[in-house]
């Protein structure tokens, strides 16, 4: 996904995306499925022991899931922690999401 997509890049995450590719509709039938999109999180142990990265996964997975239905389907994405991620609160990760999804113009 790395070396095909986009990445935007912001103070304490990284945001890397592509566009996925639908798959085949089934002999039977000639309708595709629509196609959500998918986020998985990376927070390695740079940013900080497990209570310090588990409690940035929540805080990350809370600020996908109020504006995941805003995002553009058919994308996969990739949220990394950088280290300055375990200092920071809710309400600026999400802030820092949320301008990384409009610069990528992932958002509706």
Known sequence: MRRKGRRQQ???????????QPPAPPAASTEAAPLVSRIGFSVSKRVGNAVTRNRV?????EAVRRRLWKTQPGWDMIVVARPEAA???????A????????????LR
């Open 10 to 20: 912001g103070r304490r995450l990284t945001l890397s995306y592509v566009r996925r």
């Open 57 to 61: 996964k929540r805080r990350l997975r």
């Open 95 to 106: 802030g820092e999401l949320h301008d990384l999804l409009t610069q990528a113009r992932l």
């Open 87 to 93: 200092s920071a609160d809710y309400a600026t990760l």
